[in-house]
C-alpha cells in the first residue's frame, strides 16, 4: 500500500478531535449504532451528535436527518454504519457536504477477497478525489480518552481512565478486550484506535500522530502484519529519537497464526524470526501477550527512567523474595547487597527476627506495624547502590467504615514515590483486577500499581532493555552508509564456490587460497604450492551438497592422495550426479582447529537483505544458535550479534581455545555485508558456511552465492 501524503499527524489531529460527528446509517435496530451513540453520551463528549437515517424522523431519541446534505452546520466526522451498497452514495454526500473525515464500520472490502479489493480501489480513489480520509472501512472505530470522544463501535463502560498509553490495534473485537483490561489493571489510556482494512489511513500513520500527541508517552501496538515496512521502521526511529517507547504484540509465530491473519488481513505478514530482528534494531519492544503489552506499557508511561539494572526489593513477603531473586535473575536484573548505611539503618527498622539483605522481607509484622514497610522503603530508597526499587504491597479493596487511617498510609507512600530520587515500582502480588474503592485511592494520590510479580518482572526486563537502546542509539552514528557498486559483474543463478570466493575476495573479504584444478596433476602442483595438507572440493553450480555425492576429501598429506582423491571426486560425480556440470576441483590448505561460523544473508520480501550470524559447520543443524539482523548494520551492531550467541563463549576462549579477535571478526563479517548491499537489487542469497575464526586469524573456507534469475550485470563504476 502506498503512503498517503496527505496523512500527516496534523491532519491526523484535526481526524481524532472533532467538535461533532454525524452517525450515518443510525437505527434504533442496530446494535453498533446504538452502542456507538451511547458511547458518545456516556463519555459526555460536548460536541453535537446527529443522527441520520434516510427511513426515520427520530432515532435514539433526537431528531433524525434524512441525508448529511440535510444537516445545516459543518460536520467534522462521519461515522458510516450503511451497507457496503450504499456507500459510495455516502461518501458522494459527503463530499457534497465537504466532510473530510470518515470513520467506516461497513465490511466486504478487501478482507473478503478480489471483489472486496476492487470496490476498495474505487472507494480510495474517489475519497482521495475530494481530500477525504477513511479510518477502515472494517474497523470499529477510535476512542480519544482525553477528548472525551469515543465514535467506537462496540459497548465501553465508564469510567475510561485517562493516562499516558496509545494503543493501535489491528483487531477490532480486541479493541475493547484491551480496554476492559486497561480499566481494571490501572493503566490509563489517550488513546485507542481500532484500523480496520487500513485502506487510507494505516497503523504507521496513526504511530506518527501519537508520538506528535502530547497526551501519549507509551505507544502500545497490536499487530497482525506490517503492511508499510519502509513507514514503520522511520516512526519506529522516531519515536526511539523522541524518547517515546512502542511497545507491540505482534501475532504470526507460528504457520497457522501467519495464515489467519494474512486472512483475516489480506496482507502479507513475513517471517517472524526477522520480524523479532527488526523490532531490536528499530527499539520496538515486543511482548507475548495482551497482558504483558498493557503491563509493560504501563509501566514505561508511569515510571521515571531506568537508569541501571540494580534493583533493590522491599516486601512482606520471604516467598516473593525468592520468586522476585529467580525472576530477576531471568530478566538479567542484578540485586547487590545494601550499602552499609543503609543495613545499619534497617536493622534500627526491622523486627529483630528479620534478615536484613536485598531482596528484603519485612516479614508479616506489617499487620502489626502498619508503618514498618513505608519506613523501610523510605531507607533502601536512599541507598547510593541501586538504580531503582521495586515495593510489593496491594492497592486497597473494601473501603473500610473509617477510611482515614488507610488515605494517610497512601498518602505517605505517594510522598515517598514522589520524593525519591530513585523510581520505585508497586508490585501487586498477583494480576488481580483493582476494586473501585483500589482505583479510587490509586487515583486520590496518583499511583500506579504493576500487576503481578510474573507480569512485573517481564515488563521490568523489557523497559530495561529499552532504556539501554535508547541511551546507545544517542550515541551511535546511524549505521547506513553510502552505496557501493560491485567491482566486476554479478551472474545469473547460483555460482560455484570457486566463483563466489573470488567475488568476495575481489571485494575484500578475507578467504582461504584456493586454487582450481582441472587434471590430477594440476591439483598435485596445486597442492605443492599452497602447502600440505590440503582439502579438495568439486566445483559445479548444479551441486548443492557436495559432500553429499562424495564431491569432499579433507586433510590429504601427499601429492600421490591427491592424484587419487581428484579421480575418487569425479567418479563420484559421475556415479551420483551425472547431468551436473563440473568446472573442475577446488584445491585449498587445511586450516588448524577453530571456531567456526555461519554468515549468511538472505532477501526477505518484507524487509529487504537479512545477515545471519551464528556457530557454522556441523552446528548449524544441530543448535540453529544464530542472531539477525536487517541491513545496513555496523561493526558495533555486528560484534552485540556474536554477543548473543549460545555459543559466544567459543568465541571468547572457551575450554582451552584461543579466544578470537571479535575486531576482527565483526570487521569481516562487515565487509560481507557491504558487499551484499552494493549488489542488493540482483543478489537472491549469500552463505559463508564456515567462516574460520582461530585468534586473530578470520578466513571464509566456503561459499555459497545466488542471484536473482533476471540479474543483470552491474558495471564497474
Known amino acids: 500500500m502506498k503512503a498517503k501524503p496527505f496523512v500527516t499527524p496534523e491532519r491526523l489531529r484535526r481526524f481524532f478531535h472533532p467538535q461533532n460527528v454525524a452517525l450515518v446509517g443510525a437505527?434504533?435496530?442496530?446494535?453498533?449504532?446504538?452502542?456507538?451513540?451511547?458511547n458518545l453520551k456516556s463519555m459526555n463528549f460536548p460536541g453535537e451528535i446527529y443522527c441520520v437515517n434516510p427511513n426515520r424522523d427520530v432515532v435514539h431519541g433526537q431528531k433524525a436527518y434524512r441525508s448529511l446534505l440535510e444537516i445545516e452546520e459543518p460536520i467534522d466526522l462521519a461515522y458510516v454504519m450503511v451497507s457496503t451498497s450504499q456507500i459510495m452514495q455516502v461518501m458522494d454526500e459527503a463530499a457534497k457536504k465537504q466532510i473530510r473525515n470518515l470513520v467506516l464500520l461497513t465490511s466486504g472490502f478487501s478482507e473478503i477477497g478480489r471483489e472486496g479489493s476492487e470496490r476498495e480501489?474505487?472507494?480510495?480513489?474517489?475519497?482521495?478525489?475530494?481530500?477525504?480520509?477513511?479510518?477502515?472501512?472494517?474497523g470499529n472505530g477510535f476512542i480519544n480518552v482525553t477528548a472525551q470522544l469515543t465514535p467506537y463501535g462496540l459497548p465501553i463502560t465508564p469510567p475510561v481512565k485517562a493516562g499516558p498509553v496509545g494503543v493501535v490495534l489491528q483487531s477490532g473485537a480486541l479493541a475493547s478486550s484491551i480496554l476492559t483490561l486497561a480499566q481494571v489493571r490501572n493503566v490509563g489510556l489517550s488513546f485507542l484506535v481500532s484500523m480496520g482494512n487500513e485502506t487510507m489511513i494505516s497503523a504507521t500513520d496513526v504511530i506518527d500522530y501519537l508520538i506528535e500527541d502530547e497526551s501519549t508517552r507509551v505507544i502500545a501496538l497490536f499487530l497482525e502484519s506490517i503492511r508499510q515496512p519502509g513507514e514503520f521502521a522511520r516512526v519506529a526511529r522516531k519515536a526511539l529519537e523522541r524518547g517515546k517507547p512502542i511497545v507491540a504484540l505482534k501475532i504470526g509465530?507460528?504457520?497457522?497464526?501467519?495464515?489467519?491473519?494474512m486472512a483475516h488481513t489480506g496482507a502479507l505478514v513475513g517471517d517472524d524470526a526477522v520480524n523479532d530482528a527488526v523490532f531490536r534494531q528499530l527499539g520496538v519492544i515486543r511482548v507475548d501477550s495482551l497482558e504483558d503489552l498493557l503491563t509493560t506499557a504501563g509501566l514505561l508511561g508511569c515510571t521515571p527512567p531506568l537508569a541501571g539494572r540494580r534493583m533493590g526489593v522491599v516486601?512482606?513477603?520471604?516467598?516473593?523474595?525468592?520468586?522476585?531473586?529467580?525472576?530477576?535473575?531471568?530478566?538479567?536484573?542484578?540485586?547487590?547487597?545494601?550499602a552499609p548505611e543503609t543495613t545499619a539503618e534497617l536493622k534500627q527498622i526491622v523486627p529483630p527476627f528479620s534478615t536484613v539483605h536485598n531482596p528484603l522481607d519485612v516479614t508479616g509484622y506489617v499487620v502489626v506495624d502498619r508503618t514498618l514497610l513505608l519506613r523501610a522503603l523510605s531507607t533502601v530508597a536512599n541507598d547510593p547502590g541501586l538504580d531503582f526499587i521495586v515495593c510489593l504491597t496491594?492497592?486497597?479493596?473494601?473501603?473500610?467504615?473509617?477510611?482515614?487511617?488507610?488515605?494517610?498510609?497512601f498518602d505517605n507512600l505517594a510522598r515517598?514515590?514522589?520524593?525519591?530520587?530513585?523510581?520505585?515500582?508497586?508490585f501487586t502480588n498477583t494480576a488481580i483486577d483493582i476494586t473501585p474503592f483500589g482505583q479510587e485511592v490509586i487515583d486520590r494520590f496518583g499511583l500506579h500499581f504493576v500487576g503481578g510479580m510474573e507480569h512485573g518482572m517481564t515488563a521490568l526486563g523489557k523497559a530495561l532493555w529499552w532504556h539501554e537502546k535508547r541511551a546507545r542509539a544517542q550515541t551511535e552514528l546511524p549505521p547506513a552508509e553510502p552505496r557501493e557498486g560491485a567491482r566486476g559483474d554479478t551472474g545469473v543463478g547460483e555460482w560455484s564456490e570457486y566463483r563466489a570466493r573470488l567475488f568476495l575476495q575481489e571485494h575484500g573479504v578475507p578467504v582461504v587460497p584456493g586454487l582450481l584444478a582441472t587434471s590430477a596433476g594440476e591439483a598435485a602442483a596445486?597442492?605443492?604450492e599452497l602447502g600440505l595438507p590440503v582439502a579438495l572440493k568439486v566445483q559445479s553450480s548444479d551441486i548443492a551438497h557436495k559432500s553429499d555425492i562424495g564431491g569432499v576429501v579433507l586433510n590429504l598429506r601427499s601429492e600421490r592422495e591427491?592424484?587419487?582423491?581428484?579421480?575418487?571426486?569425479?567418479?563420484?560425480?559421475?556415479?551420483?550426479?551425472?547431468?551436473?556440470?563440473?568446472?573442475?576441483?577446488?584445491?585449498?590448505?587445511?586450516?588448524?582447529?577453530?571456531?567456526?561460523?555461519?554468515?549468511?544473508?538472505?532477501?526477505?520480501?518484507?524487509?529487504g537483505l537479512v545477515l545471519a550470524v551464528g556457530l557454522g559447520g556441523v552446528f548449524v543443524e544441530v543448535l540453529k544458535d544464530t542472531s539477525l539482523r536487517v541491513l545496513p548494520v555496523d561493526r558495533a551492531e555486528i560484534k552485540r550479534m556474536l554477543e548473543e550467541l549460545r555459543g559466544a563463549a567459543l568465541l571468547k576462549g572457551a575450554r582451552g581455545r584461543a579466544p578470537a579477535d571479535l575486531d576482527q571478526v565483526a570487521e569481516a563479517i562487515y565487509r560481507v555485508t557491504r558487499v551484499a548491499l552494493s549488489v542488493s537489487d540482483q543478489l537472491q542469497a549469500l552463505e559463508i558456511n564456515p567462516l574460520w575464526v582461530r585468534g586473530t586469524q578470520v578466513e571464509a573456507l566456503d561459499a555459497l552465492i545466488k542471484w536473482n534469475e533476471s540479474s543483470a550485470a552491474v558495471s564497474k563504476p
Open 526 to 528: 596445486a597442492a605443492r
Open 315 to 338: 516486601t512482606p513477603s520471604g516467598g516473593a523474595c525468592d520468586i522476585l531473586s529467580d525472576r530477576a535473575q531471568d530478566e538479567g536484573i542484578e540485586l547487590p547487597p545494601f
Open 562 to 607: 591427491v592424484e587419487e582423491a581428484y579421480q575418487t571426486i569425479l567418479n563420484n560425480v559421475r556415479q551420483r550426479s551425472p547431468a551436473s556440470r563440473v568446472e573442475g576441483v577446488l584445491v585449498s590448505p587445511m586450516r588448524a582447529a577453530g571456531t567456526e561460523l555461519l554468515v549468511g544473508i538472505v532477501k526477505d520480501p518484507l524487509w
Open 253 to 261: 509465530r507460528s504457520e497457522e497464526s501467519a495464515r489467519t491473519a
Open 27 to 38: 437505527t434504533d435496530k442496530s446494535r453498533w449504532s446504538v452502542f456507538t451513540f451511547a
Open 121 to 138: 480501489r474505487e472507494l480510495v480513489a474517489f475519497a482521495e478525489a475530494h481530500d477525504q480520509v477513511i479510518l477502515g472501512p472494517n
Open 416 to 426: 515517598i514515590v514522589r520524593e525519591s530520587r530513585r523510581p520505585i515500582v508497586l
Open 394 to 409: 496491594e492497592p486497597p479493596r473494601v473501603k473500610p467504615d473509617d477510611p482515614q487511617p488507610m488515605y494517610e498510609q
